[in-house]
């Protein structure tokens, strides 16, 4: 496996968000879907990784800097088929330690209410995120779970 900043122009990552973004509207209310499409994650304040698998796109992840020391989780998909082998849970904590390294101190993020989403919030929960309210641009919504945790930014 290796994590990398993810090239954003080719059809392999395209692809494999519009399937993210496809399971996003079929599962959560229009007026409820904040996954960043294509066009969001090339957003300066935006960085995704992607995990590989061989030459395979595996699972993706991104770090929204909501300030110089706050950060939000973003995107975060696994493949249907390689989900259970522990790949969120590496890079979830890669996004971490970069967060970290930038120097934020906090990480929040957005995932549904819905059973769909019941292993996102459980992953997350397993690495310190706690419930929260809404944070940013978020309010409060009924189809939303908040979710927030410390980091300790690298001197």
């Known amino acids: 496996m290796r994590i990398a900043v993810a090239d954003l122009s080719g059809p392999e990552i395209a692809d494999f968000l519009a399937?993210?973004?496809s399971d996003m509207r079929a599962t959560s209310p229009p007026e409820s879907v904040h996954a960043?499409?294509?066009?969001?994650?090339?957003?300066?304040?935006?960085?995704?990784w992607c995990v590989q698998d061989g030459t395979e796109l595996v699972a993706v992840g991104a770090?929204?800097?909501?300030?110089?020391?706050?950060g939000e989780?973003?995107?975060m998909r696994t493949a249907g088929r390689h989900r259970g082998r522990g790949i969120a849970s590496e890079l979830?904590?890669?996004?971490?330690?970069?967060a970290r390294r930038r120097g934020m101190s906090r990480l929040s993020l957005e995932t549904g209410s819905q059973p769909f989403f019941a292993p996102a919030r459980a992953l997350?929960?397993?690495h310190g995120f706690v419930p929260c309210g809404p944070f940013g641009d978020y309010t409060d919504d009924p189809n939303s779970v908040y979710m927030t945790r410390e980091v300790s930014?690298?001197?």
């Open 92 to 98: 979830l904590q890669h996004i971490a330690d970069e």
């Open 73 to 75: 989780i973003k995107s």
């Open 63 to 70: 770090l929204k800097e909501l300030d110089p020391t706050h």
């Open 153 to 155: 930014p690298i001197p």
């Open 124 to 126: 997350y929960a397993r």
């Open 36 to 48: 960043l499409d294509l066009d969001g994650l090339r957003q300066a304040s935006v960085t995704l």
């Open 19 to 21: 399937e993210h973004m």
